[in-house]
Nanobody
Framework: HVQLVESGGGSVQAGGSLALSCAHSPYGGSVGCLGWFRQAPGREREAVATIEAYGTTTYADSVKGRFTISRDNAKKMLYLQMNSLKPEDTAMYYC????????????????WGQGTQVTVS
């Protein structure tokens, strides 16, 4: 079965930066759409950014200009560079995969990682 494993979470002060990574397997690096999602306590899980197999990206309005999603298909890795972090960015961050073009609904992402915690104070 497909596995996704996030890493890079931690605690930072407001204004700081973190870089998240997600290793995905066993399919090829260009298998489909990859996305980052986040969920804070008491809130619905929301999309942060998505990236198609060959580079087209989308971002939530709340992170535009601060976060950058990227992927390395040869390494089968997904990344999220987070700059100028704010307390409202505090959440559990998940990577997700669907073997298709990026869908509009998060429910259509088939595979999910276990999450990595990001805390901004």
């Amino acid at each position: 079965h497909v596995q996704l494993v996030e890493s890079g979470g931690g605690s930072v002060q407001a204004g700081g930066s973190l870089a998240l990574s997600c290793a995905h397997s066993p399919y090829g690096g260009s298998v489909g759409c990859l996305g980052w999602f986040r969920q804070a306590p008491g809130r619905e899980r929301e999309a942060v950014a998505t990236i198609e197999a060959y580079g087209t990206t989308t971002y939530a309005d709340s992170v535009k200009g601060r976060f950058t999603i990227s992927r390395d298909n040869a390494k089968k890795m997904l990344y999220l560079q987070m700059n100028s972090l704010k307390p409202e960015d505090t959440a559990m961050y998940y990577c997700a995969l669907v073997r298709a073009f990026c869908p509009r609904n998060k429910a259509d992402f088939t595979y999910w990682g276990q999450g990595t915690q990001v805390t901004v104070s």
